[in-house]
C-alpha cells in the first residue's frame, strides 16, 4: 500500500459514512432474531414438557429433539428451492428498487412467487404423505425405535402443511428488505410468533401426550398461512403491478395436479406395501415407489394444465 502511494489516516468522525444508515437497519433485525428466540425459548419449554408427560404415561417418547428433527425434514426442501430462487432474486429486486422501476418489481417478484409454489407445494404434499415412513427410516436406529422415528414423522407432516406459506412468505419478505425497509418485517414476525404462541399454546393443552408436540407444528403452520395471505395483501397494495389474480389461479392448478399426484401414488404405495414388511428395505421401498409415481404423475399433470414454470427453473437459476 505504501508503494502504491497511500497512507492511512485515523477518522474519528463517522459523520456521512453511512453508518447511521446501517444502525436503523441493524435495530430491527436484531429484534427480529431476538422476537425469534423467545419463541423459541418457549417452545423449547413446552416441548420437554411433553416428552415429561409422554414418559411418565409409557408412551413413545416425543419432545424438543423430535420438535427439531421435524423441522429440519421441512426446511430442506425450502433450503434447496426457495433460498436458490431467491438468491438469485435479490439483486435484480434490490436494482429495481433503486431505479423505482415498479413494474419490472412486481413482475420479478410475481415470478418468483410462482416458481416457489410450482416447485414447493408438491415437496410439501410429499412430506405430508410419507412423514411417518421417513421419520422411520431416518431416526429408528440406536436408541430411538421404529415408534419414535414415527413420531418424528408425524411432527413433520404437520409442519409440511404450512411448508409452502412458509416458503411464499419467505419470497415477500425480500420485497422488503430489497427497499431497505426491515422495520414491517419486524412487526410481522412479530405478530407471527404471537400468533404462534397464543394458538400453539391452546392447542397443546387440548391435545392428548401422543399429540402435543404435532399440535404445536400445526399451529406454526395455520400460523404462517395467516401472516402470508396479510403479507401478500399489503405487498400487493404498495405494488399494484404484482400479479395476485395469476398467482391465485395458479395455486388452484397447482393443487389439482397435486390432488391428482397423491391419488395415483398413494394408490402405488399401498400396492406395494402389501408385499412388503415395515423393515427398513421395505420402507425405502415404498418411499421410492411413492416419491417416483408422485413426481412422475405431478409433472405429467402440470404440463397438462399448462404449468410453464414446471420448465423454467434450471434458466431463471442461470439469470
Do not use: C
Amino acid at each position: 500500500m505504501n508503494r502504491a502511494g497511500y497512507g492511512f489516516n485515523l477518522k474519528l468522525n463517522f459523520r456521512g459514512s453511512g453508518l447511521g444508515k446501517i444502525a436503523d437497519l441493524a435495530i430491527w433485525t436484531v429484534g427480529f432474531v431476538i422476537v425469534n428466540q423467545v419463541t423459541f425459548l418457549i417452545l423449547s419449554n413446552l416441548t420437554t414438557y411433553a416428552n415429561v408427560l409422554a414418559v411418565n404415561e409409557n408412551l413413545v417418547a416425543n419432545g424438543f429433539t423430535s420438535y427439531q428433527k421435524a423441522q429440519l425434514m421441512m426446511m430442506l426442501p425450502h433450503s434447496i428451492i426457495t433460498v436458490s430462487i431467491v438468491t438469485s432474486l435479490l439483486p435484480r429486486l434490490s436494482s429495481y428498487a433503486h431505479e423505482k422501476a415498479d413494474r419490472e418489481f412486481g413482475a420479478e417478484l410475481t415470478s418468483a412467487m410462482r416458481l416457489v409454489t410450482v416447485y414447493i407445494a408438491p415437496f410439501a404434499a410429499l412430506l405430508y404423505l410419507s412423514g411417518s415412513r421417513i421419520g422411520q427410516f431416518l431416526y429408528s436406529y440406536g436408541a430411538s425405535s421404529a415408534d419414535q422415528g414415527q413420531a418424528v414423522g408425524k411432527v413433520a407432516s404437520m409442519f409440511a402443511i404450512g411448508l409452502p406459506a412458509f416458503s411464499l412468505f419467505y419470497v415477500l419478505l425480500r420485497s422488503y428488505y430489497a427497499r431497505e425497509d426491515t422495520r414491517t418485517p419486524f412487526f410481522i414476525n412479530a405478530g407471527f410468533n404471537a400468533l404462534h404462541l397464543i394458538l400453539g399454546t391452546f392447542l397443546f393443552l387440548n391435545s392428548s401426550t401422543t399429540n402435543k408436540v404435532a399440535a404445536l407444528a400445526f399451529s406454526y403452520s395455520v400460523s404462517y398461512f395467516v401472516v402470508w395471505l396479510f403479507t401478500w395483501q399489503r405487498v400487493a397494495k404498495v405494488n399494484p403491478h404484482l400479479n395476485s389474480r395469476a398467482q391465485t389461479q395458479l395455486i388452484v392448478r397447482v393443487t389439482v395436479a397435486i390432488s391428482i399426484a397423491v391419488g395415483i401414488s398413494w394408490a402405488a404405495m399401498e400396492f406395494v406395501t402389501g408385499y412388503t414388511s415395515m423393515t427398513t428395505f421395505g420402507v425405502f421401498l415404498q418411499l421410492v415407489t411413492l416419491a417416483i409415481t408422485f413426481l412422475g404423475s405431478y409433472y405429467v399433470a402440470a404440463r397438462q394444465m399448462q404449468i410453464t414454470e414446471i420448465n423454467e427453473l434450471g434458466t431463471i437459476l442461470k439469470r
